[in-house]
């Protein structure tokens, strides 16, 4: 099972910004793509960003534009770097790890509330 563990949450008004990051404890080789989530009571988990091991990254919809997701290979640890942040962006924030052999998982979550 992997081990993440995600940080940087914390509370900021809207308009501000906040950066999040998730150190996994899979080698380089094995990851298949790292991602972060989001959930907020009583909601479901969405897909927030996600970025392969080739670069590749994907955005939801609503985060377009704000959120950039990035690594650090040789820390092997990936960040998301949110700006703009709105009210509806509260929620908290899981990193997820996926391998290609093995089981990846998931973080612990880290709150993100923004107040207006």
């Known amino acids: 099972q992997a081990q993440v563990v995600e940080s940087g949450g914390g509370l900021v008004q809207a308009g501000g910004s906040l950066r999040l990051s998730c150190a996994a404890s899979?080698?380089?080789?094995?990851?298949?793509?790292m991602a972060w989530y989001r959930q907020a009571p009583g909601k479901q988990r969405d897909l927030v960003a996600s970025?392969?091991?080739?670069?590749?990254?994907t955005y939801g919809d609503s985060v377009k534009g704000r959120f950039t997701i990035s690594r650090d290979n040789a820390k092997n640890t990936v960040y998301l770097q949110m700006n703009s942040l709105k009210p509806e962006d509260t929620a908290v924030y899981f990193c997820?790890?996926?391998?290609?052999?093995?089981?990846?998982?998931w973080g612990q979550g880290t709150q993100v509330t923004v107040s207006s």
């Open positions: 899979e080698t380089r080789s094995i990851i298949k793509a």
């Open positions: 970025i392969a091991s080739s670069g590749f990254t």
């Open positions: 997820k790890v996926d391998v290609w052999i093995g089981q990846g998982g």
